[in-house]
T-cell receptor
Framework: GAGVSQSPSNKVTEKGKDVELRCDPI?????LYWYRQSLGQGLEFLIY????????KSGLPSDRFSAERTGGSVSTLTIQRTQQEDSAVYLC?????????????FGPGTRLLVL | DAKTTQPPSMDCAEGRAANLPCNHS???????VYWYRQIHSQGPQYIIH???NNETNEMASLIITEDRKSSTLILPHATLRDTAVYYC?????????????FGAGTTVTVRA
């Protein structure tokens, strides 16, 4: 079946603009995760959804970042008033259930460049 | 991930088996060994995982030592498309360990 998809694949925006990043998880996966990866850096956890609820938002860097998930499926990560330090690859992953024993499958990422 | 150590890089010849080692000497009984890889400019790709038995799927084999302190990922017939950074991590089989964290991994270069 289809894997995790993300859109757009690339986004160039000007400092101060808002951006929306979309993630379509694997069908039937109840857990969804957002990470970001800066150039040459490791994964940075942002937020985790179980169904439509976000039990853990601890990784969101500031209140400019928000995310929602609707219908237990699609998720949108919104960054308001983008800053240059927001430039990174934003990765979405999903798993059938939540937890450490569950395999997370990643999407291709959205490459965000803030000028 | 601080719980695992991997060599920083390795080369292998196309068509030959690639054996990637990972040490996890402090692994607990309820921790799985997971392998992911990340090809340049792509998202991480799940490869395989195991608890204590050896595992095989269409991508690779995972050999875990009896004491579980180390493991080897085997790519049976490496191709140029297998060039990537390979990450070995351990994860607790519980609800709380959902934040994936990769260490430096092993940069594998497959040469023609």
């Amino acid at each position: 079946g289809a894997g995790v998809s993300q859109s757009p694949s690339n986004k160039v925006t000007e400092k101060g603009k808002d951006v929306e990043l979309r993630c379509d998880p694997i069908s039937g996966h109840t857990a969804l995760y957002w990470y970001r990866q800066s150039l040459g850096q490791g994964l940075e956890f942002l937020i985790y959804f179980q169904g439509n609820s976000a039990p853990d938002k601890s990784g969101l860097p500031s209140d400019r970042f928000s995310a929602e998930r609707t219908g237990g499926s699609v998720s949108t990560l919104t960054i308001q008033r983008t800053q240059q330090e927001d430039s990174a690859v934003y990765l979405c992953a999903s798993s059938l259930l939540a937890g450490g024993g569950e395999t997370q499958y990643f999407g291709p990422g959205t490459r965000l460049l803030v000028l | 991930d601080a719980k695992t150590t991997q060599p920083p890089s390795m080369d292998c010849a196309e068509g030959r088996a690639a054996n990637l080692p990972c040490n996890h000497s402090t692994i607990s009984g309820n921790e799985y060994v997971y392998w992911y890889r990340q090809i340049h400019s792509q998202g991480p790709q799940y490869i395989i995982h195991g608890l204590k038995n050896n595992e095989t799927n269409e991508m690779a084999s995972l050999i875990i030592t009896e004491d579980r302190k180390s493991s080897t990922l085997i790519l049976p017939h490496a191709t140029l498309r297998d060039t990537a950074v390979y990450y070995c991590i351990v994860r607790v089989a519980g609800v709380s360990d959902y934040k994936l964290s990769f260490g430096a991994g092993t940069t594998v270069t497959v040469r023609a």
